[in-house]
């Protein structure tokens, strides 16, 4: 977006102050003034060299809730990451602690957490469930010892097979949870297309930059699109589809990338989808193969604020609903308040706590009335905050799938 653009995205502003009373930060935080002052209000000033107290723009957790509230589409959430990097590029103080500016660094590096973390995954998970370990981190880093930090497994590599030309094919972008933390769900992913005549390709993509962007490493972000977007341009210059199974990556690629200076970013939008948005596509043409097995389940559906920011609305619920046998809760429960890296911090884990309690206790209530026994959504992130708030097990909704189909995963 030029300077031109923005300035008419500004303006569209028409200070109704919907997204302040949607906020899920600023309805339990009074402090954080509300995506309307920090965003559109504050960035008039801005404009003018009138440089206002960083700090604030810290505590929008970048759950694009404003965004997809807003009746004039006001890019509010893209405004105040962007004054977060003119306040970093300018030197301005927002306060925060060295430690603080350490764990930004530490958390936006996702990718790296991940490998170091999969090169002994026992040791990792052991190291990171003794309470002392995680005290440590609390006092040092300023990361919450009550955080539900997700554990490492064997990394995904993708399958290796020999690719044929005259087959379909489609590129998975795997994401740092599935790569490090649930390489399972991304075999999954990888054996439903394959059965619906797929050959998947898995480049050594790096991380999206999304956790990058939200702990305030801008310039490290774009690099890691620009990276991204060479290992993708051959397929995306092929017609080839890209296609997510994490709803964060997927905004990315849909919403950031497309904004880089580099070949492929004038086709990634239109070319990237979510797994599910992907596979009611092939429904709807008559491609899905609908050789569904009778799956007895009943489950809670979490809508990931992300999934609701790319306007697609839910195809993983309208897909399990196909299956004879399940049942699908779609909660609309509000955010669960991870937002990424945002609960991990100290200093926001009892917001981030607060934040989910709707949705928390409507899971806790419908489970003991049974209405359903488990939970589902597509973000990693969410599936570890719903299990950690409301002790109920949550999982991708590729798994109902895989079941449906009468696949299984050969370790």
């Not at 300023?142 to 399958?159: D, E, N, V």
């Not at 200076?261 to 948005?277: K, N, P, R």
Request: charged share 20%; glycine share 10%; with cysteine.
């Amino acid at each position: 977006m030029n300077e031109q653009d923005r300035v008419k995205n500004l303006d569209a502003c028409i200070k109704c102050s919907a997204c302040t009373a949607q906020c899920p930060v600023a309805t339990v935080y009074p402090f954080f003034p509300g995506p309307k002052n920090v965003g559109p209000d504050a960035e008039r000033f801005r404009l003018e060299g009138i440089l206002m107290n960083a700090g604030c723009l810290n505590y929008c957790s970048n759950c694009k809730t404003c965004e997809i509230t807003c009746p004039s589409g006001v890019k509010i959430t893209e405004i105040i990451l962007r004054a977060r990097e003119k306040a970093k590029l300018a030197g301005q103080k927002d306060e925060a602690k060295f430690q603080h500016r350490v764990r930004d660094l530490v958390l936006g590096r996702a990718e790296y957490l991940g490998r170091l973390g999969t090169i002994w995954p026992a040791l990792t998970n052991g190291l990171l469930g003794v309470p002392l370990v995680r005290g440590l981190m609390e006092q040092t880093l300023g990361i919450s010892r009550q955080a539900p930090l997700p554990a490492y497994h064997r990394k995904f590599k993708g399958i290796k097979k020999t690719w044929h030309s005259a087959n379909k094919q489609v590129v998975f972008f795997p994401g740092c949870f599935v790569t490090y933390n649930d390489s399972l769900t991304g075999l999954a992913v990888v054996k439903v297309l394959e059965h619906n005549g797929y050959d998947v390709i898995v480049p050594a993509f790096h991380c999206c930059g999304v956790p990058l962007q939200a702990n305030a490493h801008f310039r490290e972000a774009r690099e890691n699109a620009r990276e991204n977007l060479s290992l993708m341009n051959p397929y995306l210059q092929a017609g080839i589809p890209i296609i997510t199974a994490c709803t964060s990556c997927g905004l990315a690629l849909k919403e950031e990338y497309p904004n880089i200076d580099a070949s492929g970013a004038e086709l990634i939008g239109q070319q990237s989808y979510d797994l599910f948005e992907f596979l009611w596509k092939l429904h709807e043409r008559g491609e899905l193969r609908e050789d569904f097995q009778e799956v007895l389940v009943s489950l809670g559906y979490h809508t990931p604020c992300h999934l609701k920011a790319q306007g697609i609305g839910t195809p993983s619920v309208r897909l399990l609903r196909m299956i004879p046998g399940v049942r699908v809760n779609n909660l609309d429960a509000g955010c669960c308040g991870l937002s990424g890296s945002y609960g991990y911090k100290h200093e926001k884990y009892e917001l981030a706590m607060q934040i989910g309690n709707p949705l928390f206790e409507r899971v806790q209530l419908c489970v003991s009335k049974g209405e359903f026994q488990s939970m589902t959504t597509e973000c990693g992130g969410c599936q570890v905050q719903i299990q950690h708030g409301s002790g109920v097990e949550t999982k991708h909704p590729i798994w109902v799938l895989m079941q449906a189909y009468g696949l299984a995963i050969n370790h």
